[in-house]
């Protein structure tokens, strides 16, 4: 385990630097909790290799550990250049098209013919991660005329971003059809869709995973921004995506729309991580900048469920060290008097469920009695949202009955998740304080003569029917 525990969840991106089973148990014992693979890169086998790693050395620190499939999504990008690349200059006239010829600095073929039955006038486009804007200037069946606003380098299928308009594509491609199939049949716990921009495209996805992982939106579109709230409600959990969102909007707006996207995500109850370019200098150094430290701060004090590393961990010279200097951010925000002044005044107001009260009381309940901790039992994951939801200060022990369910909470705010023993549905409240007890034990956080608030939905096996709390004083 780390030195701190933190509350708030760190997810690390596993790739060359980071595969082997010695660095994912250092990067596990430095504080990450939750792994993901980018199926942007990497075969199906070299994934399959880090999966069995990851559950190996989970199993040997005796701990839940999630892993998280992030799907590729649909790339848009331009063909190839005669001589690889050409320099575009502020002014000249450049045409895209369906042409599958080289390209030149007067034209280079667009292979998506969507793009041009959705252009219109004005409209812009950007390219390589927003370095070069082009605006249309002309609309034909097979291409579009534009001027260069931005110039620059463009070389072999870099990227298109067209942040002006929806794009009637499907949210996912035939090779993300491919690795679905695959992520699902090894057992990974997320699945996060890519350049989602309608809640469609998450009930699409829906629709092929079912119940047999968590599905995680990657918020990377400017579409999605108006139709915010309904992709989180139809989601899991939810990603800002920093990069492509960056490209597709101005600078100015990123920062307010995270504080926006993790406020939403807060009040739904819904997990909410804050990704992309958050400790980017540890790729090549071995310490972050001040500002990206201050970003990670940041993103704590909004109270967001997780943090993330991309290329610092995947590729990085010093992948353990920025999971442990994440971590020591984390934990200092986390232990200053300010943070907690922050969680208390920032909660959702409640709605009016008994499942929504049971978790609020059991917050003001453990605040007042100085509990050691609360234990939230649940069958698929409701009721420790609804607990982590409050943001309070006893740490929150996550009784899942399933493995699965357990490695699904370890991307939830201040949770410590465990599985329980086999709890009938008939279960009674007395089975459910003994086992509480067991857990508590087993936590780290708590000692004899302690008190823990426990919650619990009885009978077992009903999702969302939270309406047991119970205040159990650890025998002596």
Same mark, same amino acid.
């Given at each position: ?63 839940? %550990? ?142 092929? !995973? ?7 939106? $990657? ?15 139809? =989601? ?6 920093r990069g492509d969102l960056g490209v597709e909007l101005p600078p100015e707006r990123v ?14 109850? $819904? ?11 540890? %790729? =090549? ?77 059991? =917050? ?10 609360i234990v939230a039992f649940t069958s698929s994951g409701p009721t420790v949202l609804r607990v982590a939801r409050e ?48 857990? =508590? ?10 008190? !823990?608030? !426990? !919650? ?21």
């Amino acid at each position: 385990m780390s030195e701190t525990v933190c509350r708030t969840k760190i997810v690390a991106t596993l790739g060359p630097a980071s595969s082997d089973i010695v660095t994912i148990k250092a990067l596990l014992e430095a504080g990450a909790d939750v792994f993901r693979f980018n199926f942007s890169h990497g075969s199906h086998e070299e994934h399959a290799r880090r999966f069995h790693n990851v559950r190996e050395a989970a199993l040997a620190l005796g701990r839940p %550990v999630g892993i998280m499939a992030d799907l590729q999504g649909p790339k848009l990008r331009v063909g190839r250049f005669s001589e690889g690349k050409v320099l575009l200059k502020a002014g000249q006239q450049f045409r895209l098209d369906l042409d599958d010829a080289s390209g030149d600095a007067s034209r280079v073929c667009l292979p998506h013919a969507v793009i041009m039955k959705a252009a219109r006038l004005g409209m812009k486009l950007l390219l390589d991660d927003g370095r070069l804007t082009l605006q249309v200037m002309d609309v034909g069946g097979h291409f579009l005329q534009t001027q260069v606003i931005v110039g620059g380098v463009l070389s072999d299928h870099k990227g298109v971003n067209v942040p002006d308009v929806i794009l009637p594509i499907p949210a996912l491609t035939d090779k993300d059809r491919e690795d679905l199939r695959f992520a699902l049949g090894l057992g990974m716990d997320f699945v996060a869709l890519s350049f989602v921009q309608r809640p469609e495209d998450v009930e699409e996805l829906r629709g092929l !995973v079912g119940d047999q992982a968590w599905i995680v939106s $990657k918020i990377e579109k400017p579409q999605a921004l108006e139709c915010l709230e309904e992709i989180i409600r139809v =989601s899991d959990a939810v990603m800002v995506a920093r990069g492509d969102l960056g490209v597709e909007l101005p600078p100015e707006r990123v920062p307010l729309e995270q504080k926006r996207m993790v406020r939403l995500c807060r009040k739904l109850g $819904k997990p909410v991580i804050v990704a992309t370019q958050m400790l980017e200098s540890m %790729v =090549s150094a071995p310490v972050p900048t001040r500002a990206e430290a201050s970003d990670v701060a940041t993103a704590v004090f909004e109270g967001v469920d997780a943090v993330m590393l991309s290329a610092e961990t995947a590729a990085g010279q010093y992948p353990v060290q920025a999971v442990t200097i994440m971590n020591r951010i984390a934990a200092q925000v986390e232990a200053d008097t300010g943070w907690g002044a922050l969680m208390a005044a920032s909660r959702p107001k409640v709605e009016a469920h008994v499942e929504d009260a049971i978790a609020e009381a059991a =917050s003001h309940v453990a605040a007042s009695i100085g509990a050691a901790a609360i234990v939230a039992f649940t069958s698929s994951g409701p009721t420790v949202l609804r607990v982590a939801r409050e943001r309070p200060f006893a740490p929150v022990l996550g009784v899942a009955l399933s493995d699965e369910t357990a490695r699904r909470l370890t991307l939830v705010w201040g949770v410590q998740p465990f599985t329980g023993g086999y709890m009938p549905e008939e279960t009674s409240t007395e089975r459910v304080v003994q086992e509480a007890i067991v857990i =508590s034990g087993q936590s780290g956080y708590v000692t004899r003569k302690d008190h !823990v608030v !426990v !919650v619990a939905g009885l009978p077992f096996g009903i999702s969302g029917s939270t309406n047991t709390l119970r205040v159990v004083e650890i025998p002596g």
